[in-house]
């Protein structure tokens, strides 16, 4: 394979990522707000079916976005109704949603399978996109793969250097005191839900008018992505540049799949395709094991050197949800 | 406090939730310009129209009672074994191999049945005490660990499908090789359904409701879902029992893989858990953990399941609206029960 193919492929693993990355960074403001929206995998599909239906019915690619937007939104709404103002739980109605989600897509999807319709253009930027290698893989993506990378350094500039990202913290680690601090718990996690919501529901037309334009229903290989975001969630530590790698890792994973596949002719590529998942998995494991109590009993009986040099690294590994998430704020 | 009017008032709210749910799947038919009558009558006859739909109702039932099952016993662990998909297929997966390595054999076909179906309960359990090993040992919440694990499940599959157990020739999505007549649990003549079948899904629910509503056993386990912290203090060995939980979760699941290979396909298929452990978990959600419920419930969503495959037949409708009426039924039946708590705390 010669280089030319090669970042050709790189630019289209950047691409393949916006839509992980909208769901990933939807997800990490929801949570860090202290509310779990397990619901993504439904969400995406839903929002994917819709917007393709809408832009089809249309003709507009920006209704298609917006009836993205509106049903991420929308399910979230649903979650952060039943759980902040119902104490319900927060997993129970997500899992609920996440299934009624990808049902309805298959339901009302069935009459749009394998249709045409609009696509999102490339819009390669003047001058920048003419430099040698960066430009062919950063310039000549899409609008919504432009925005994509923006979204990566909003979010952690929101989160990290912001006042209102501050309180966002403080509502997620210690609700009891950001509202003393007179932070309006409960309204402040239905905004974040929301939003949180319109970003995951933003996945959904990436895919069908842009990354994998089109529905072609069971077979669009979307379903699974949005537990994958839920997981990439995680290890990135709720952190959006964390975050960012760990959904670039994956897409870099897939690409790798499908490329490979030539050249191992005796595994099936449905094998190949969820490669990506144990890998996950064994990323989950090396986050969390700094977290476990036995990890720290083995340490204690090392030697310092060892000691030290195992800790550090778990250390720079490891990553520790909001402290609050998933558990309900009783205002008084 | 349960008096009279407060279990009358609870069972008009549980109206209303299967009302609003019923409302609400009218809509969407309506907007996928459906008859409504025409597609709910199409599920009737097809789940209770002739003996022949009522018995395939029956053996869509049997996984989803044994997923509900063993669901039950995580649940009252205060756990959520969204992994139980993983364990059905790798419970499939074991019975399919124990049967490849006996059918050769002088082995009377009862007893490679019998090894196959045990073989496929430690299978099940295997992967579940997997999704177990991860939360206890390495701090993955057991919804991260269980959906990872439910992938590798798959990909575990379909490499075995179009690699060492592909038919001969070509290995495709129809599966593997088909086991002879003589190593499938013993069917009704002239339906799908087998008794043996039915007897073990009546057999595994009796005994969870037992396990969790009689024994000491069931209690120790409820207090490690209630209050992780006051069991260990109460002198609970609470990972052991999560990991127990877990195992025994996994051994019905497998059980349910097993099913699905001796009595139902014959065969390893892709898609051999059909869905039924995520439906178990809705079945377990709807019924609010009470065993008691959970047959009925189970038998309902089946004759849902089976009903909604007339819909692409004859409303060209696709059959996922069962689906659809499913979840939007524990989601109204949790939303409606919000509201009810919220009215009678303000009162």
Same mark, same amino acid.
């Given at each position: 394979?010669?280089?030319?193919?090669?970042?050709?492929?790189?630019?289209?693993?950047?691409?393949?990522?916006?839509?992980?990355?909208?769901?990933?960074?939807?997800?990490?403001?929801?949570?860090?707000?202290?509310?779990?929206?397990?619901?993504?995998?439904?969400?995406?599909?839903?929002?994917?079916?819709?917007?393709?239906?809408?832009?089809?019915?249309?003709?507009?690619?920006?209704?298609?976005?917006?009836?993205?937007?509106?049903?991420?939104?929308?399910?979230?709404?649903?979650?952060?109704?039943?759980?902040?103002?119902?104490?319900?739980?927060?997993?129970?109605?997500?899992?609920?949603?996440?299934?009624?989600?990808?049902?309805?897509?298959?339901?009302?999807?069935?009459?749009?399978?394998?249709?045409?319709?609009?696509?999102?253009?490339?819009?390669?930027?003047?001058?920048?996109?003419?430099?040698?290698?960066?430009?062919?893989?950063?310039?000549?993506?899409?609008?919504?793969?432009?925005?994509?990378?923006?979204?990566?350094?909003?979010?952690?500039?929101?989160?990290?250097?912001?006042?209102?990202?501050?309180?966002?913290?403080?509502?997620?680690?210690?609700?009891?005191?950001?509202?003393?601090?007179?932070?309006?718990?409960?309204?402040?996690?239905?905004?974040?839900?929301?939003?949180?919501?319109?970003?995951?529901?933003?996945?959904?037309?990436?895919?069908?008018?842009?990354?994998?334009?089109?529905?072609?229903?069971?077979?669009?290989?979307?379903?699974?992505?949005?537990?994958?975001?839920?997981?990439?969630?995680?290890?990135?530590?709720?952190?959006?540049?964390?975050?960012?790698?760990?959904?670039?890792?994956?897409?870099?994973?897939?690409?790798?799949?499908?490329?490979?596949?030539?050249?191992?002719?005796?595994?099936?590529?449905?094998?190949?395709?969820?490669?990506?998942?144990?890998?996950?998995?064994?990323?989950?494991?090396?986050?969390?094991?700094?977290?476990?109590?036995?990890?720290?009993?083995?340490?204690?009986?090392?030697?310092?050197?060892?000691?030290?040099?195992?800790?550090?690294?778990?250390?720079?590994?490891?990553?520790?949800?909001?402290?609050?998430?998933?558990?309900?704020?009783?205002?008084? | 406090?349960?008096?009279?009017?407060?279990?009358?008032?609870?069972?008009?709210?549980?109206?209303?939730?299967?009302?609003?749910?019923?409302?609400?799947?009218?809509?969407?038919?309506?907007?996928?310009?459906?008859?409504?009558?025409?597609?709910?009558?199409?599920?009737?006859?097809?789940?209770?129209?002739?003996?022949?739909?009522?018995?395939?109702?029956?053996?869509?039932?049997?996984?989803?009672?044994?997923?509900?099952?063993?669901?039950?016993?995580?649940?009252?662990?205060?756990?959520?074994?969204?992994?139980? /998909?993983?364990?059905?297929?790798?419970?499939?997966?074991?019975?399919?191999?124990?049967?490849?390595?006996?059918?050769?054999?002088?082995?009377?076909?009862?007893?490679?049945?019998?090894?196959?179906?045990?073989?496929?309960?430690?299978?099940?359990?295997?992967?579940?005490?997997?999704?177990?090993?991860?939360?206890?040992?390495?701090?993955?919440? /057991?919804?991260?660990?269980?959906?990872?694990?439910?992938?590798?499940?798959?990909?575990?599959?379909?490499?075995?499908?179009?690699?060492?157990?592909?038919?001969?020739?070509?290995?495709?999505?129809?599966?593997? /090789?088909?086991?002879?007549?003589?190593?499938?649990?013993?069917?009704?003549?002239?339906?799908?359904?087998?008794?043996?079948? @039915?007897?073990?899904?009546?057999?595994?629910?009796?005994?969870?409701?037992?396990?969790?509503?009689?024994?000491?056993?069931?209690?120790?386990?409820?207090?490690?879902?209630?209050?992780?912290?006051?069991?260990?203090?109460?002198?609970?060995?609470?990972?052991?029992?999560?990991?127990?939980?877990?195992?025994?979760?996994?051994?019905?699941?497998?059980?349910?893989?097993?099913?699905?290979?001796?009595?139902?396909?014959?065969?390893?298929?892709?898609?051999?858990?059909?869905?039924?452990?995520?439906?178990?978990?809705? @079945?377990?959600?709807?019924?609010?953990?009470?065993?008691?419920?959970?047959?009925?419930?189970?038998?309902?969503?089946?004759?849902?399941?089976?009903?909604?495959?007339?819909?692409?037949?004859?409303?060209?409708?696709?059959?996922?609206?069962?689906?659809?009426?499913?979840?939007?039924?524990?989601?109204?039946?949790?939303?409606?029960?919000?509201?009810?708590?919220?009215?009678?705390?303000?009162?």
């Amino acid at each position: 394979m010669n280089t030319d193919l090669i970042i050709i492929g790189l630019a289209g693993v950047l691409a393949a990522a916006a839509p992980v990355l909208f769901a990933v960074i939807g997800e990490t403001l929801t949570e860090r707000a202290g509310v779990i929206n397990l619901s993504v995998n439904g969400t995406i599909l839903l929002s994917a079916m819709g917007s393709f239906a809408a832009a089809y019915l249309t003709g507009s690619i920006v209704v298609g976005f917006l009836a993205g937007m509106v049903i991420g939104g929308l399910t979230a709404l649903i979650i952060a109704f039943s759980s902040i103002t119902l104490h319900q739980s927060q997993v129970a109605v997500g899992f609920v949603m996440a299934l009624v989600g990808r049902d309805l897509a298959y339901f009302l999807g069935s009459s749009y399978m394998g249709v045409s319709g609009p696509r999102l253009p490339a819009w390669n930027i003047p001058v920048l996109s003419q430099i040698p290698l960066v430009g062919t893989l950063f310039f000549r993506q899409d609008l919504i793969t432009y925005l994509s990378f923006l979204l990566i350094f909003v979010a952690w500039l929101w989160i990290f250097k912001t006042r209102p990202g501050l309180m966002l913290q403080g509502i997620g680690e210690r609700p009891a005191a950001a509202f003393v601090r007179g932070a309006n718990v409960n309204r402040l996690r239905y905004l974040y839900t929301v939003l949180g919501g319109v970003l995951v529901g933003l996945a959904g037309p990436t895919y069908s008018l842009s990354v994998k334009a089109g529905w072609k229903g069971t077979i669009s290989g979307l379903d699974g992505i949005g537990w994958i975001a839920l997981a990439i969630t995680i290890f990135g530590g709720w952190n959006p540049l964390r975050a960012a790698f760990g959904a670039y890792l994956f897409a870099l994973l897939q690409w790798l799949g499908v490329v490979l596949q030539s050249s191992l002719p005796g595994i099936p590529s449905q094998v190949l395709q969820v490669a990506p998942f144990p890998l996950m998995i064994m990323a989950l494991l090396l986050v969390n094991i700094g977290n476990t109590e036995w990890i720290e009993r083995l340490l204690a009986g090392m030697p310092e050197s060892t000691r030290r040099l195992i800790a550090r690294l778990l250390r720079a590994l490891r990553a520790s949800p909001p402290a609050a998430l998933g558990v309900p704020f009783e205002q008084e | 406090m349960v008096d009279l009017r407060a279990r009358w008032i609870n069972i008009g709210f549980q109206v209303l939730a299967i009302l609003l749910a019923l409302l609400f799947t009218t809509g969407i038919l309506l907007l996928a310009g459906a008859p409504p009558l025409e597609a709910y009558r199409q599920i009737l006859t097809g789940s209770i129209g002739s003996f022949n739909k009522i018995s395939d109702v029956l053996v869509a039932w049997v996984p989803l009672l044994l997923s509900a099952a063993g669901l039950l016993i995580t649940f009252s662990a205060g756990l959520w074994n969204i992994g139980i /998909e993983g364990q059905i297929t790798l419970g499939a997966v074991f019975t399919t191999w124990v049967l490849r390595s006996l059918q050769d054999t002088t082995l009377p076909p009862g007893l490679i049945i019998t090894a196959g179906i045990l073989g496929g309960m430690l299978g099940g359990a295997l992967w579940a005490s997997l999704a177990g090993a991860l939360k206890t040992f390495g701090g993955v919440n /057991e919804i991260f660990g269980g959906l990872g694990l439910n992938f590798v499940a798959t990909a575990i599959t379909l490499w075995l499908i179009f690699g060492p157990w592909k038919r001969p020739g070509i290995g495709s999505m129809s599966g593997t /090789e088909p086991f002879p007549a003589q190593l499938s649990l013993p069917l009704l003549p002239g339906y799908r359904l087998s008794p043996w079948a @039915v007897v073990l899904g009546i057999a595994a629910i009796v005994l969870v409701y037992m396990l969790l509503q009689g024994t000491y056993f069931g209690l120790k386990l409820k207090a490690v879902g209630k209050n992780i912290r006051s069991a260990f203090l109460l002198g609970i060995p609470t990972w052991q029992y999560m990991m127990l939980a877990f195992i025994l979760c996994g051994a019905l699941g497998g059980l349910a893989g097993a099913i699905q290979v001796t009595a139902v396909y014959h065969r390893l298929i892709p898609s051999i858990s059909s869905g039924y452990g995520f439906l178990g978990l809705l @079945v377990a959600m709807l019924v609010n953990f009470r065993a008691i419920w959970a047959a009925p419930v189970a038998l309902f969503f089946a004759a849902l399941n089976i009903g909604s495959i007339q819909l692409p037949i004859v409303l060209k409708l696709d059959s996922s609206l069962s689906g659809v009426l499913q979840g939007v039924l524990v989601l109204f039946v949790l939303i409606v029960d919000g509201i009810r708590q919220r009215l009678i705390h303000k009162t």
